[in-house]
């Protein structure tokens, strides 16, 4: 069902990517790791319709998305560029019920994103530590540069916790005295939750980052059936 949604704010994360937080005509029912899909229509009629992972999310009527613009978009320029407070959106969801992550689960959890891939995990970051949760969350972030990393005041902040630890692979530029590269089967290995503890593993990216680093953690002995991914993309086109 589709329903109208007022925004009411915007963060900048990054210089091409920010974050929208919306209100909805009624209570929202989220679990983290969801998305909801937004639809555009033009003048005349013509229609676009993309996904966005949601960020989190407050109760009882709101919640965010963040979006990261795509040069050739329909869709993200409008809302990273243009949308502003005031605005209204059409929105459909959160769904989704199999990648998401419920405080009732008490195993370990290992996160790996890659780049905007980092948007659901933050939802599961996020609803861990409101949960006051006990077990382990690490989160392994591949991102471009320093400036490219979503949520970093957060996640720092969050990091101060002992059941929740971050680490940054910078793949073209780094902080002084950082190393710099592509992710690799050695770096997933060196950080990464160790397969003994049968944690549950959400992977969300690129299409190649995401087999890539599936098949790695496998050959580290992770089960398949505890490795869930997530890809760029998602429910939604043009009409």
Same mark, same amino acid.
Request: net charge negative; glycine share 10%; charged share 20%.
């Given at each position: 069902?589709?329903?109208?949604?007022?925004?009411? +704010?915007?963060?900048?994360?990054?210089?091409? *990517?920010?974050?929208?937080?919306?209100?909805?005509?009624?209570?929202?029912?989220?679990?983290?790791?969801?998305?909801?899909?937004?639809?555009?229509?033009?003048?005349?009629?013509?229609?676009?319709?993309?996904?966005?992972?949601? &960020?989190?999310?407050?109760? /009882?009527?709101?919640?965010?998305?963040?979006?990261?613009?795509?040069?050739?978009?329909?869709?993200?320029?409008?809302?990273?560029?243009?949308? *502003?407070?005031?605005?209204?959106?059409?929105?459909?969801?959160?769904?989704?019920? %199999?990648?998401? %992550?419920? /405080?009732?689960?008490?195993?370990?959890?290992?996160?790996?994103?890659?780049?905007?891939?980092?948007?659901?995990?933050?939802?599961?970051?996020?609803?861990?530590?409101? @949960?006051?949760?006990?077990? /382990?969350?690490?989160?392994? #972030?591949?991102?471009? &540069?320093?400036?490219?990393?979503?949520?970093?005041?957060?996640?720092?902040?969050?990091?101060?916790?002992?059941?929740?630890?971050?680490? #940054?692979? #910078?793949?073209?530029?780094? /902080?002084?005295?950082?190393?710099?590269?592509?992710?690799?089967?050695?770096?997933?290995?060196?950080?990464?939750?160790?397969?003994?503890?049968?944690?549950?593993? #959400?992977?969300?990216? @690129?299409?190649?980052?995401?087999? &890539?680093?599936? +098949?790695?953690?496998?050959?580290?002995?992770?089960?398949?059936?505890?490795?869930?991914?997530?890809?760029?993309?998602?429910?939604?086109? *043009?009409?």
């Amino acid at each position: 069902m589709w329903r109208v949604a007022d925004v009411v +704010g915007v963060h900048e994360e990054t210089t091409t *990517a920010r974050t929208i937080r919306l209100r909805l005509p009624e209570p929202v029912r989220f679990l983290a790791g969801q998305h909801v899909d937004v639809r555009l229509t033009a003048p005349d009629g013509y229609q676009a319709v993309r996904s966005y992972s949601v &960020a989190g999310a407050t109760p /009882p009527d709101s919640l965010e998305i963040t979006v990261d613009e795509l040069p050739d978009g329909e869709v993200s320029p409008y809302l990273v560029r243009d949308l *502003a407070v005031g605005d209204q959106l059409e929105v459909r969801g959160p769904v989704g019920g %199999w990648f998401v %992550w419920r /405080p009732e689960e008490t195993s370990p959890v290992q996160l790996v994103g890659g780049g905007s891939g980092v948007v659901p995990l933050m939802a599961m970051v996020r609803a861990h530590a409101m @949960a006051g949760h006990p077990a /382990p969350f690490r989160l392994l #972030y591949s991102v471009r &540069a320093p400036e490219s990393v979503f949520f970093r005041s957060e996640l720092e902040t969050l990091a101060r916790d002992d059941t929740f630890d971050v680490t #940054y692979v #910078y793949t073209r530029r780094a /902080p002084d005295g950082e190393p710099v590269g592509r992710l690799d089967a050695a770096t997933l290995a060196a950080n990464v939750l160790n397969s003994g503890s049968d944690p549950a593993v #959400y992977v969300c990216g @690129a299409t190649g980052f995401v087999e &890539a680093v599936s +098949g790695w953690l496998v050959e580290l002995g992770h089960s398949p059936d505890r490795i869930k991914t997530e890809r760029y993309g998602g429910v939604g086109g *043009a009409s």
